[in-house]
């Protein structure tokens, strides 16, 4: 007797079978079969011409992929979000007429959404990705929406690639691993096929992609856009957010940690800095480049996968932007923002950058599957708050109650409302520029040099940087399981720099490819974080210190260490081995805010025990502890140890040697010993270290 059940089975099979596509040694096609002869470039008006919108293989190919999440974002999934205010610092109408940028009395309204690209909505904050830094300004023109990255430069050059890129490296399709990270084959195979990434991969490998603050990170229009004044006089322009505070990253195994013990760290910070006050600020500049100068670079303008050096073309200061109120709910706000690089105001206008031209039409179609259809502008968040009048009606979740009864343009019914502006009186326009060339499917010869300005990145970063990007090489590449791809890979790097493909080669098993790197480059000091402008700029504001207590702790260098810590702008918590009050030397009692069982080191800037004989006893035997300042050591943070503290270093890191001075005071490489002495020296030196952030000459610090 036959086996119902199998024979369900096999039906099923059966009819599964004819849905079921094979791939190999198939020719690729469009959805209704129209085979396609070239999918790397989208069609243009000549090689550096603008898009056409005839493009259906473009348009195909980007309305499928921008609707194949639902109803989450296909990228920039995880986000945290905050409000705020920009100010312009002076009339800066002889570039632009954006009203914004033209009256320094005005406040414009801000919203802006941080995120990681590839990770879905519950992967962790710290994962090694680029980061989307997207900012809603409501002018009383209209919704502009800068829609910016973490990073001046793009894996590729032209949007229709996007759905290539994001698919590669997104989980792999047959097990839906690996969550939020590019260490596997089918991203590097890609990588490995795309020799235009080699700038962007630089980026990401580096310690730029491991933001310890959304506070302490730089953002970039990535595109040239054009300013236009009242005159119509066009300039090529290069957007910038440069943070008050310096820019800090965290380092690898400190970011794989706290993925585990806080997976929310970055937006925990925001939200925290926020609500105490301590509001992040970032100056928005400009990269400004005349009409006739567009052709003075040894790279094209139009290229997203490069950048201008700033020691070329100085970043031209126009104003700062506040961030100083958390939303009041996160769906309603964050997740229901909808951004859109076309949304701009007279002053501001496009290029031909053909990734530019492809954003400017995947992101207002993603829209309509992810928030339910074409009135999401009408979500409050996404409101303008200038008033909206328009012939555009129905459609779900509509809720303008319109009147009249004349939707359509022209009209005498309505005595022609709404009416048209000219530009003269604050109507937007187009930027006039003439158009030649034949229609094509080309990459202008100006984009074809992919490795000079990778290695100017890499050989621009301090000695430690570029450890920790052969480091995050051979993590990445490690991963791969395919020996061929590493091999692309690395022939990649040998053309970009040797000390690059010897090291990463030497971690992932592979000999170091024979390739030439590019000749003697110049190099850019505003690409590395070491940089002095950016040293200078570090201070101890809004770094959280750990001071590690337990009963009998020492409460007077507690005491004297907190109050300088306030001064500065520091914040201060107290760990210990249980919740709750506990007691000092002194007879003092300090409540801790959190145990070794809910934090870690890793979520802290610095390190701090102030001894006292009975804390130091408890604490020196625990392995919980030890870990605390080990990883706080290892990590190259700030650590600083007092009185019978020191008995703890001596069993947890043996042979650390302390060779005080004057005051009983040790510093060496961001560790501060005192065995005995004024508590508010030890603070001062402390502080001074803190001050500092990370301290990379130590002894295993890139560990």
């Known amino acids: 007797m036959k086996n119902p059940d199998k024979d369900t089975s096999n039906q099923k099979l059966d009819e599964l079978e004819q849905h079921r596509e094979h791939a190999e040694d198939a020719r690729l096609s469009t959805n209704q079969g129209l085979l396609v002869t070239h999918t790397d470039d989208s069609l243009k008006a000549g090689p550096r011409g603008p898009t056409l919108l005839e493009d259906f293989n473009l348009r195909e190919k980007m309305m499928h992929f921008d609707h194949e999440r639902i109803p989450e974002r296909v990228v920039h999934a995880r986000g945290s979000a905050a409000h705020g205010y920009f100010q312009c610092y002076e009339n800066f109408s002889d570039l632009t007429r954006a009203g914004l940028l033209c009256d320094p009395s005005r406040k414009t309204p801000v919203f802006v959404?941080?995120?990681?690209?590839?990770?879905?909505?519950?992967?962790?904050?710290?994962?090694?990705?680029?980061?989307?830094?997207?900012?809603?300004?409501?002018?009383e023109e209209g919704v502009w929406d800068l829609v910016a990255n973490n990073m001046p430069v793009f894996f590729i050059q032209d949007g229709i690639k996007f759905p290539d890129l994001v698919h590669s490296i997104k989980p792999e399709p047959h097990h839906e691993m690996p969550q939020a990270s590019a260490a596997h084959?089918?991203?590097?195979?890609?990588?490995?096929?795309?020799?235009?990434?080699?700038?962007?991969?630089?980026?990401?490998?580096?310690?730029?992609?491991?933001?310890?603050?959304?506070?302490?990170?730089?953002?970039?229009?990535?595109?040239?856009?054009?300013?236009?004044?009242?005159?119509?006089?066009?300039?090529?322009?290069?957007?910038?957010?440069?943070?008050?505070?310096?820019?800090?990253?965290?380092?690898?195994?400190?970011?794989?940690?706290?993925a585990g013990k806080d997976p929310d760290f970055n937006r925990r910070d925001l939200?925290?800095?926020?609500?105490?006050?301590?509001?992040?600020?970032?100056?928005?500049?400009?990269?400004?480049?005349?009409?006739?100068?567009?052709?003075?670079?040894?790279?094209?303008?139009?290229?997203?996968?490069?950048?201008?050096?700033e020691e070329d073309v100085p970043v031209k200061k126009l104003g700062k932007m506040v961030l100083n109120r958390n939303p009041d709910n996160f769906f309603a706000e964050t997740e229901q923002v909808a951004f859109h690089p076309g949304h701009v105001v007279p002053g501001i206008d496009f290029t031909n950058d053909p990734l530019l031209q492809g954003r400017l039409f995947s992101y207002l179609d993603t829209q309509i599957t992810r928030l339910g259809g074409p009135n999401f502008a009408e979500i409050p968040i996404n409101r303008p708050t200038c008033p909206v009048h328009n012939n555009q009606r129905d459609g779900f979740m509509r809720q303008t109650i319109n009147t009249g009864k004349s939707p359509y343009s022209p009209?005498?019914?309505?005595?022609?409302?709404?009416?048209?502006?000219?530009?003269?009186?604050?109507?937007?326009?187009?930027?006039?520029?003439?158009?030649?060339?034949?229609?094509?499917?080309e990459r202008s010869e100006s984009f074809k040099d992919h490795y000079t300005q990778a290695a100017m990145f890499y050989r621009s970063l301090s000695d430690?940087?570029?450890?920790?990007?052969?480091?995050?090489?051979?993590?990445?590449?490690?991963?791969?399981?395919?020996?061929?791809?590493?091999?692309?890979?690395?022939e990649h790097f040998a053309h970009i720099d040797t000390e690059l493909a010897k090291g990463v080669a030497e971690g992932v098993g592979v000999p170091v490819p024979d390739g030439e790197p590019v000749g003697k480059v110049r190099t850019s000091a505003a690409l590395s974080m070491e940089n002095e402008e950016n040293r200078s700029k570090r201070s101890a504001m809004g770094c959280k210190i750990a001071a590690m207590i337990a009963e009998g702790f020492d409460d007077k260098v507690l005491k004297a260490m907190m109050n300088a810590a306030e001064k500065q702008g520091a914040v201060v918590e107290i760990v210990a081995p249980r919740l709750g009050e506990i007691k000092g030397a002194g007879g003092s009692t300090e409540k801790a805010d959190k145990t070794f069982a809910t934090t870690h080191s890793v979520l802290y800037d610095a390190f701090f025990m102030p001894g006292g004989d009975g804390a130091v006893k408890t604490l020196r035997s625990k392995q919980e502890a030890a870990g605390f300042f080990m990883d706080a050591y290892a990590h190259a943070k700030?650590?600083?140890?007092?009185?019978?503290?020191?008995?703890?270093?001596?069993?947890?890191?043996?042979?650390?040697?302390?060779?005080?001075?004057?005051?009983?005071?040790?510093?060496?490489?961001?560790?501060?010993?005192?065995?005995?002495?004024?508590?508010?020296?030890?603070?001062?030196?402390?502080?001074?270290?803190v001050g500092e952030h990370r301290h990379w000459g130590r002894d295993h610090a890139d560990s």
């Open 411 to 441: 009209n005498n019914r309505a005595k022609g409302c709404p009416m048209l502006t000219p530009e003269g009186m604050g109507g937007y326009a187009h930027y006039m520029e003439r158009i030649e060339g034949q229609k094509v499917r």
């Open 113 to 139: 959404r941080f995120s990681t690209v590839v990770g879905f909505r519950g992967s962790a904050d710290t994962v090694r990705d680029v980061r989307g830094f997207a900012t809603k300004f409501y002018t």
């Open 638 to 689: 700030p650590i600083a140890l007092a009185g019978v503290a020191l008995d703890a270093m001596d069993r947890w890191l043996p042979g650390l040697e302390a060779s005080p001075n004057d005051s009983g005071i040790t510093t060496e490489h961001g560790v501060v010993l005192q065995r005995k002495g004024k508590e508010s020296e030890l603070a001062d030196a402390f502080l001074e270290a």
């Open 185 to 258: 084959d089918n991203f590097w195979d890609f990588i490995s096929l795309m020799p235009e990434s080699m700038h962007m991969i630089m980026w990401v490998l580096s310690d730029r992609a491991l933001p310890r603050s959304y506070s302490r990170m730089e953002g970039f229009g990535v595109h040239t856009f054009r300013f236009i004044n009242e005159q119509g006089k066009a300039r090529f322009v290069k957007f910038h957010w440069k943070p008050t505070r310096s820019i800090d990253s965290l380092v690898w195994d400190e970011t794989q940690k706290i």
């Open 271 to 309: 939200w925290e800095m926020i609500e105490r006050g301590d509001y992040p600020e970032f100056e928005l500049g400009v990269q400004i480049v005349e009409e006739e100068d567009e052709h003075k670079f040894d790279f094209d303008l139009l290229d997203p996968t490069k950048l201008i050096p």
């Open 464 to 490: 430690s940087e570029r450890r920790h990007l052969i480091s995050a090489g051979q993590f990445e590449l490690g991963k791969v399981a395919d020996p061929d791809i590493r091999t692309r890979v690395l």
